[in-house]
C-alpha cells in the first residue's frame, strides 16, 4: 500500500515538475517583451501566462498579472503594438494613449524570441557542464532480417553492414536523425536504395547497392500514422547478463557476461533471434565466447517458468537476463553552440520532411504541448533523466524562439514583418484587413492546435492492450527432480 502511495506521490510530482518547466519556458519569453515594452516606454495592461480567462490575477503598478485557464502559451497586452483583443482580450488603455514607432514594435515582438534563444543557451551551458547522456546504436550491421519482411524481399541478410541510405553516408544505426532508422523513416522515395558491404566465408567484402520497398505501420484512426519501416533490426552483442537459479540456462552452465556468437550452426547477430527461437520450445545449439577468449557450445531447452504457468503471453524462455554491451550509454560535452546548431538543424529537417511531397512524414507527426510534456515526463522517468530533460529543453526554447519569429500573424514574427512594413510605408497597416488576417490565422492555429492535442492524446492512450509478457512477473523455475 505505502508503495502505490508512494509511486502515485513521484507521478504527480514529475507532472508538476513538468508543468513548472512550461511555465518558466513561457514566463522568460514573455519576460522578453515584458522588458522590452518596458524599456521601450509602451503602455503595458497585462502580464499573463496560458491564455483564456484568468483563473488568477492582481494588479501590481497598473499591470495585470495573470494565469489563463487554457495551458498554452501566454502573452503580454501591449496595445500600441498590434490590436489582438481577439486573442488576449479587451485591453484597457488610456484613451490619450500614443502609437509606438514601428522600430520600438520591432524591439518588442522580437524581444521574446531572443529570450528564448538566451534561455535555450542557459540550458546548453548547463548541459556542456553536466553532459548529455548519448546512447547512439554506433553501428550499422544488420542484426536480424524477418523473412516476409521488404528487406528479406529486397535481399538484405544479417551481417550486412549497410554504408548508405539514399546515397547519404551512415556510420550509426540511430541517433540525431542520422541513423540508419531515421533515414529509412524519412526517405521520400518509393525504393529506398541501401548501399550494402557483404563479407563472404572467405573474408571477401563485396559492395553492392539494393533497392528495398518499405511498410507503414498500421495505427488507429486516432493516433498518428506510422513511419516507414523495411524490417531490419540492428546488430547487438548478444551478452549473457544474469542467470536465473534453477533454469536451462544454469543447468546447461551459462555465466554472466558469456557473449552468444552462433546459434544452431549460424552466426547470430541479435538476441531477439535467439529469443525467438527458444521460443519454440525445441532444443537449440549455442556457442559462446568466455572472457579469457575460449568458446563453450551447449545445447540447450527452453522452459515455460513455475510461475508464469497458465499466465496469458507465457512462452518458453532460456532463464537468463541480456546484460548491456560496453559503453551503451556515455556522457558528452557539446558545447553550447554546437547544441543550438544541432537544435536548429534538427527543426529544419524536420519541417523540410512535412513540406516534401514524397515524404510519409505529415503535420499530425508534430507535437503540441500535451505530447511534449508527455515525452518530458517519460524522460524523468528513464535513466539519466535529468541530463535527458535539461539537453531537450535546449531543444525545445530554440524551437520557440524560431516558431515565433516566423514571419506568420498573431506571434511575434508578425509583428516584426508588420513594424518593418510599418517603416517603409510610413504608416501602420489598415487595421480591418489586419483584423481579418488575424482571425483567419487564428482559427486555423487553434484547429491545429485541436489537431495535434487529438494525435498526443491518441498515442498516449495506445492502440490497444500491451504485451501480456511485459506484464509476467520475474521468472522463477522448480530445482530439477533428482
Not at 79 to 89: S, V, W, Y
Not at 158 to 168: K, Y
Not at 378 to 393: C, I, R, S, V
Request: hydrophobic letters at 50%; proline letters at 7%; glycine letters at 10%.
Amino acid at each position: 500500500m505505502l508503495d502505490t502511495f508512494l509511486s502515485y506521490l513521484n507521478t504527480a510530482w514529475l507532472i508538476f515538475l513538468v508543468v513548472m518547466f512550461f511555465n518558466v519556458m513561457i514566463f522568460v519569453h514573455e519576460l522578453g517583451h515584458f522588458l522590452a515594452g518596458k524599456w521601450r516606454g509602451a503602455h503595458i495592461d497585462r502580464f499573463q501566462i496560458w491564455f483564456g480567462k484568468p483563473v488568477w490575477k492582481k494588479t501590481i503598478n497598473g499591470v495585470q498579472y495573470g494565469l489563463g485557464w487554457i495551458p498554452a502559451g501566454g502573452f503580454v497586452s501591449l496595445p500600441q503594438l498590434e490590436d489582438m483583443q481577439a486573442i488576449e482580450g479587451e485591453a484597457n488603455a488610456p484613451k490619450d494613449l500614443k502609437p509606438l514607432k514601428a522600430l520600438d514594435k520591432i524591439i518588442i515582438a522580437a524581444a521574446g524570441p531572443v529570450f528564448s534563444l538566451l534561455l535555450a543557451y542557459v540550458f546548453a551551458v548547463i548541459v556542456w557542464c553536466t553532459g548529455k547522456p548519448v546512447g547512439d546504436i554506433d553501428t550499422t550491421m544488420v542484426g536480424m532480417v524477418p523473412p516476409d519482411s521488404p528487406a528479406a524481399q529486397a535481399g538484405i541478410l544479417p551481417g550486412d553492414v549497410i554504408t548508405a541510405v539514399d546515397g547519404t553516408p551512415v556510420h550509426k544505426w540511430a541517433g540525431n536523425m542520422e541513423g540508419v532508422r531515421e533515414l529509412v523513416a524519412l526517405s521520400e522515395h518509393e525504393a529506398i536504395t541501401f548501399d550494402i558491404d557483404r563479407t563472404a566465408e572467405d573474408g571477401t567484402v563485396n559492395h553492392m547497392q539494393l533497392q528495398c520497398g518499405y511498410r507503414l505501420p498500421e495505427t488507429k484512426w486516432w493516433q498518428r500514422g506510422g513511419m516507414r519501416q523495411v524490417g531490419i533490426l540492428p546488430a547487438v552483442p548478444c551478452v549473457v547478463g544474469k542467470v536465473f537459479p534453477n533454469s536451462p540456462a544454469a543447468a546447461a552452465g551459462l555465466q554472466e557476461g558469456q557473449v552468444v556468437t552462433h546459434l544452431n550452426g549460424s552466426r547470430v547477430h541479435t538476441p531477439l533471434a535467439i529469443i525467438q527461437e527458444a521460443a519454440k520450445g525445441q532444443e537449440i545449439q549455442l556457442v559462446l565466447a568466455n572472457k579469457d577468449g575460449s568458446a563453450q557450445s551447449v545445447h540447450i531447452t527452453a522452459a515455460i517458468p513455475q510461475n508464469w504457468q497458465g499466465k496469458e503471453g507465457a512462452k518458453p524462455i532460456l532463464g537468463f537476463a541480456w546484460g548491456d554491451p560496453e559503453g551503451a550509454i556515455r556522457l558528452e560535452h557539446p558545447t553550447p553552440q554546437a547544441q543550438v546548431n544541432q537544435s536548429l538543424k534538427w527543426m529544419g529537417d524536420t519541417l523540410a520532411k512535412v513540406a516534401a511531397p514524397g515524404s510519409s512524414v505529415g503535420m499530425e507527426h508534430l507535437s503540441g504541448p500535451v505530447g511534449i510534456g508527455n515525452y518530458l515526463y517519460k524522460m524523468l522517468t528513464a535513466e539519466y533523466g535529468w541530463l535527458l530533460f535539461l539537453w531537450f529543453a535546449v531543444v525545445i526554447n530554440v524551437n520557440l524562439a524560431v516558431l515565433n519569429i516566423l514571419p506568420l500573424p498573431i506571434v511575434d514574427g508578425g509583428h516584426v514583418v508588420l513594424g518593418f512594413a510599418e517603416l517603409i510605408a510610413g504608416r501602420p497597416v489598415s487595421g480591418k484587413i489586419l483584423d481579418w488576417i488575424q482571425g483567419a490565422f487564428l482559427f486555423l492555429l487553434f484547429a491545429f492546435f485541436l489537431f495535434v492535442t487529438f494525435k498526443d492524446v491518441g498515442d498516449m492512450v495506445g492502440g490497444g492492450k500491451e504485451e501480456a509478457l511485459e506484464k509476467l512477473p520475474a521468472p522463477v523455475f522448480s530445482p530439477a527432480q533428482p
